[in-house]
């Protein structure tokens, strides 16, 4: 099977090492227009070898979009139009609405799997990817109906291989949701970054009185501009509700502290702890 | 030598076991007014009895105390009262000004050495104490000039046994700071768990496309209610000053996404990835 892997970054990456680890007789394709990534991506047995685009997706059974999604969305036709009969395209984009409307209306719409794999971590390029970082994880396949069946069970059969659990839902939803637990949360860390170093800015020693929670609530501000820049523009309807409603509870515990109602905070986080039970699964 | 811990939870009751096991012939008494937490620090082999405020202070050497805030600064004068000859009182509070001031204007002023270690997680109580959480963490000494020189060498030497790294900072500049650098963080957690859950309330599955990153922003919003609401009260001038900077910054990001400036938000990010180094102490 040849699988051609258009974005060679931490996903792409990632997905590559992955599916060389778990399929027999496995070429993996890489495409990267950064040739240091390509470079390291071949050094790193990311890619078996590295080509272009077009001659890629033209021999490959399976292609995987791993670019940033403002990239991805613009390479949806010209993969689709490059494919070869019977084999498949999917992507790993962080939205899928936008996506997923490219794909709409062309002749092999049906060959197009749009996934979201909920994996990731604030590095990104080819030497941040690792063979584990999709093991155990979720993968959302979207509008998974407008994709032909046998694309579908393939699709699925090869992440499943990765280790990774299926879920599906609609594009529309898939967003709305994410915006609130995964783009929300990357925006409330940037702030938190950029408020401490405003703060701090001519005092660096401070960041020595930070603790394990300051690391853990700021460390997605270390993630990549280039990839959340067009994430954020391309969700920015759900993304400025989840945002508006976050900053509207940002306020209401502002007033409570600044009243020193502390009968009133205490509920607040009282109520919140409850995120302990959700997140456990414990309904 | 006998040291008294008053307040058996995940602080003090760590702070106990590493004391145990780095100090030889060192007897711990335990206050709780808790009585399942004084049985379970008992059981656990955090105090090798529990007795009273009273009883305990009046025959330790050192007494630490590890409750909550609000609790704490009205057992500084009560605690140097209690104190015998030549003995030392220090404490383990988040908050430093209003802790200080408290013990301002007493005889025995210079026996309590100020003191906050930069440690903790989400989880509270004496189950959740565990000997390593202190060590290798920063601990803070606020306003050493108004304690006795002798007792700051104590109290020092007993954190360095237990392998904290000690910094000194007026306790005005100490809450200032870690405001930002923790109180904040736990503020922004809590309103983004308080954000998610609203959003999602009949929806608890969605909490299955959660990744890390949720994970991570969100841990702190599982933190003691009854910890932390007198922290904010007590730190509330410095916490509303972050808060509102914090909001002001999420603000202009929103602004960013709902004008589709993706080169602001990029530029955005861009500066705020400077933390990364800043985290390294990498200047």
């Not at 990311?46 to 001659?55: K, P, V, W, Y």
């Not at 995964?182 to 408020?195: C, D, E, K, R």
């Not at 820049?229 to 409570?256: D, V, W």
């Amino acid at each position: 099977m040849k699988v051609c892997i258009v974005g060679l970054g931490l996903l792409g990456g990632s997905f590559a090492l992955a599916v060389r680890k778990v399929v027999k007789d496995c070429t993996v394709l890489g495409v990267d227009v950064n040739e240091e990534h390509a470079r390291t991506a071949l050094e790193r047995g990311i890619a078996g070898e590295i080509t272009t685009f077009e001659a890629g997706i033209a021999q490959a059974d399976i292609t995987v979009l791993a670019t940033p999604v403002d990239i991805l969305a613009s390479q949806v036709v010209p993969a689709l139009d490059l494919l070869k009969p019977g084999a498949i395209l999917t992507d790993l984009g962080s939205t899928k609405e936008i996506i997923c409307q490219k794909a709409a209306g062309h002749a092999l719409r049906g060959r197009f799997v749009a996934s979201h794999p909920i994996a990731g971590t604030e590095d990104s390029g080819p030497k941040a990817a690792f063979e584990g970082l999709l093991k155990d994880k979720m993968m959302i396949i979207c509008d998974g109906e407008y994709s032909d069946a046998d694309a579908v069970k393939t699709i699925e059969g090869l992440y499943e291989k990765v280790g990774m659990k299926i879920v599906y839902m609609p594009a529309k939803a898939h967003d709305s949701h994410i915006a609130f637990v995964s783009h929300l949360s990357h925006i409330s860390s940037f702030a938190l970054g950029a408020t401490v170093l405003e703060k701090e800015k001519n005092e660096k020693n401070i960041f020595n009185m930070a603790g394990s929670g300051f690391s853990s609530t700021v460390r997605l501000a270390k993630s990549s501009p280039d990839m959340w820049a067009p994430i954020f523009s391309q969700n920015r309807g759900n993304i400025s509700q989840a945002l508006a409603l976050y900053i509207e509870k940002l306020q209401q515990f502002k007033e409570t502290i600044d009243a020193d109602d502390q009968a009133s905070a205490h509920r607040f986080m009282k109520e919140t702890n409850d995120i302990r039970r959700v997140l456990k699964g414990d309904d």
